[in-house]
């Protein structure tokens, strides 16, 4: 069984940063891509990034592009994503998730991920 734990989220002012960090445990995370996705009432999950199993390929939303960064440790399980230059549009519940499929490249496809966390909630102030 997988459990991701999300962290890092809080209340910052607009252009302040924020890191989150995505924990899993399990072994299947190593091989597969992981996503941020986040969330506001009354809309659908947005991918803002993913990254694929390696690291080497990346995915980001254009509303975030330029401003956020996705990175991986494997060896510790953990997948980040630094945000710089908040926005008050940025304000939402993000969630991590891990990929359908093994050896993945990024996918920014709710549908193709199997596993997810319970969120964390970033709120910025104008």
């Known amino acids: 069984q997988v459990q991701l734990v999300e962290s890092g989220g809080g209340l910052v002012q607009a252009g302040g940063s924020l890191r989150l960090v995505c924990a899993a445990s399990?072994?299947?995370?190593?091989?597969?891509?992981v996503g941020w996705f986040r969330q506001t009432a009354g809309k659908e999950r947005e991918c803002v990034a993913s990254i694929g199993w390696g690291g080497g390929s990346t995915y980001y939303g254009d509303s975030v592009k330029g401003r956020f960064t996705i990175s991986r440790d494997n060896a510790k399980k953990m997948v980040y994503l630094q945000m710089n230059s908040l926005k008050p549009e940025d304000a939402a519940v993000y969630y991590c998730?891990?990929?359908?499929?093994?050896?993945?490249?990024?996918?920014?496809?709710?549908?193709?991920?199997?596993?997810w966390g319970q969120g964390t909630q970033v709120t910025v102030s104008s």
């Open positions: 998730a891990i990929g359908r499929q093994q050896w993945g490249s990024y996918n920014r496809r709710a549908s193709e991920y199997a596993y």
């Open positions: 399990g072994q299947t995370f190593t091989t597969y891509p």
